[in-house]
């Protein structure tokens, strides 16, 4: 809902599609800063307690986005999209911590032969909040402005907070004796590095998405192309993430583990085909469809690069590794949001996209040549 509501909010204050992708580099910059050093504090400390006080720092700014907009605060009149960048990139620290820790405890509360089903359930549930999230805020911001949709957000992150809560806590992992800081930093860098099958899913949905993240410009497309609104945005917005849930659920039924490395090649290149139609189409229900048909394409690569992630990595290593798969989504999703706004401007809206989707495409023909190993992935042989 929020990043709905913020790219909106910014699009009306500047009416310039490179203001859409500052906002994607806000956040990444200070995510990719702080990604290795939450990645050691989530294997070193109690996960849980590392979880709750991020959320609280997420919070807080989502409670100053809201208080931005009151009549009183004249902070966006003098000082204009700067102070929504600010918090955007508070947000961004919060989520570099609360990541790693979200995926070393959710792989401590599952047994290890259900980790490509937990994957899988994990992402259909994380997608039909994705879905809501942008419809509701779409609709609450077209209907009953930006107050509403900034307290609609801070009304469902107290319940999320509730809920985690009662999440019981698991052991703090085993700190091996004698590294330093920079080993312990290094460690999950190394780790990646070594391991082709995981180097190379990450560089697969890094560059991929790089180039054919569209989403950053989807404000625009309903501004310009689409003519349809805030109200529009949110279902355009939410697409991807309802191609994603139904793949999620055909994934639950027949989970891809033997021919892995295929159907991961296979979900990338359907996701750049996807994107690059999208750039030509000006008929809204046919976006639509393009997008949910992105989403569906991009879950396939989701689940699997969770799945062997979790497979591969020790719990010792947990969070380093997800720090690491965090900076690789950091690059691919907020600096392609980047990219895709100046990309934008240097060519012009469509083109630019186009260009992404096309370059996707050529990722996934570089990366099937240079990762036999990945090519090859058969996760049930892992298990």
Same mark, same amino acid.
């Given at each position: 809902?929020?990043?709905?509501?913020v790219?909106w909010?910014?699009y009306?204050?500047?009416?310039?599609?490179?203001s859409?992708?500052?906002?994607?580099l806000?956040?990444a910059?200070?995510?990719?800063?702080?990604?290795l050093?939450?990645?050691?504090?989530?294997?070193?400390y109690?996960?849980?307690?590392?979880?709750?006080?991020?959320?609280?720092?997420?919070?807080?700014?989502?409670?100053?986005?809201f208080?931005f907009t009151?009549?009183?605060?004249?902070?966006?009149?003098?000082?204009?999209?700067?102070?929504?960048?600010?918090?955007?990139a508070v947000?961004?620290?919060?989520?570099?911590?609360?990541?790693?820790?979200?995926?070393?405890?959710?792989?401590?509360l599952?047994?290890?032969h259900?980790?490509?089903?937990?994957?899988?359930w994990?992402?259909v549930?994380?997608? /039909?909040? *994705?879905?809501?999230? #942008?419809a509701?805020?779409?609709?609450? !911001?077209? @209907?009953? %402005? +930006?107050r509403?949709a900034?307290?609609?957000?801070l009304?469902?992150?107290?319940?999320?907070?509730?809920?985690?809560?009662?999440v019981?806590?698991?052991?703090?992992?085993v700190?091996?004796?004698g590294?330093?800081?920079?080993?312990?930093l290094?460690?999950?860098?190394?780790f990646?590095?070594?391991?082709?099958?995981?180097?190379g899913?990450?560089?697969?949905?890094?560059?991929?998405?790089?180039?054919g993240?569209?989403v950053?410009?989807?404000?625009?497309?309903?501004?310009e192309?689409?003519?349809v609104g805030p109200?529009?945005?949110g279902?355009?917005?939410?697409a991807p993430m309802?191609g994603?849930?139904?793949?999620g659920a /055909?994934? *639950?039924y027949?989970? #891809?583990?033997?021919?892995?490395?295929? !159907?991961? @090649?296979? %979900? +990338?290149?359907?996701?750049g085909?996807?994107?690059?139609?999208f750039?030509?189409?000006?008929?809204y229900?046919?976006s639509?469809?393009?997008?949910?048909m992105?989403?569906?394409?991009?879950?396939?690569?989701?689940?699997?690069?969770?799945?062997?992630?979790?497979l591969?990595?020790?719990?010792s290593?947990?969070?380093?590794?997800?720090?690491?798969?965090a900076?690789?989504?950091?690059?691919?999703?907020?600096?392609?949001?980047f990219?895709?706004?100046?990309?934008?401007?240097?060519?012009?809206?469509?083109?630019?996209v186009i260009?992404?989707?096309?370059?996707?495409?050529?990722?996934?023909?570089?990366?099937?040549k240079?990762?036999?190993?990945?090519?090859?992935?058969?996760?049930?042989?892992?298990r």
């Amino acid at each position: 809902m929020q990043s709905i509501i913020v790219g909106w909010q910014v699009y009306q204050i500047t009416k310039d599609p490179f203001s859409l992708g500052l906002i994607g580099l806000a956040e990444a910059l200070p995510n990719i800063a702080s990604a290795l050093f939450a990645g050691n504090i989530a294997d070193k400390y109690n996960r849980k307690k590392i979880i709750i006080w991020f959320m609280l720092l997420f919070v807080c700014g989502t409670l100053a986005l809201f208080l931005f907009t009151l009549p009183g605060f004249g902070i966006l009149k003098t000082a204009g999209v700067l102070p929504i960048y600010f918090v955007v990139a508070v947000s961004g620290i919060a989520r570099a911590f609360l990541y790693p820790a979200i995926i070393a405890m959710m792989a401590q509360l599952v047994p290890r032969h259900l980790y490509t089903n937990s994957s899988t359930w994990n992402s259909v549930v994380w997608h /039909i909040g *994705a879905i809501t999230g #942008p419809a509701i805020g779409g609709m609450v !911001y077209g @209907f009953f %402005g +930006v107050r509403a949709a900034y307290s609609s957000v801070l009304l469902f992150l107290f319940v999320s907070f509730i809920l985690l809560i009662f999440v019981k806590s698991r052991p703090t992992p085993v700190v091996q004796k004698g590294e330093t800081l920079v080993q312990r930093l290094s460690g999950g860098l190394k780790f990646v590095f070594n391991n082709q099958i995981l180097l190379g899913a990450m560089s697969l949905d890094m560059f991929g998405v790089l180039f054919g993240g569209a989403v950053a410009m989807l404000p625009v497309f309903a501004a310009e192309v689409l003519m349809v609104g805030p109200q529009g945005l949110g279902f355009l917005r939410a697409a991807p993430m309802a191609g994603a849930v139904i793949m999620g659920a /055909i994934l *639950a039924y027949k989970p #891809p583990m033997v021919k892995a490395g295929r !159907y991961l @090649f296979i %979900g +990338v290149a359907g996701f750049g085909l996807s994107i690059l139609l999208f750039a030509l189409s000006k008929n809204y229900y046919l976006s639509f469809f393009l997008l949910m048909m992105s989403g569906m394409f991009d879950n396939i690569s989701v689940v699997i690069r969770a799945t062997a992630m979790q497979l591969l990595t020790p719990d010792s290593m947990r969070g380093r590794v997800a720090a690491v798969n965090a900076i690789f989504i950091g690059s691919s999703n907020e600096i392609g949001s980047f990219e895709s706004g100046l990309a934008a401007r240097l060519m012009g809206l469509i083109p630019s996209v186009i260009f992404g989707g096309g370059m996707t495409l050529l990722v996934v023909l570089i990366t099937s040549k240079l990762s036999p190993k990945l090519r090859a992935l058969n996760l049930r042989a892992i298990r």
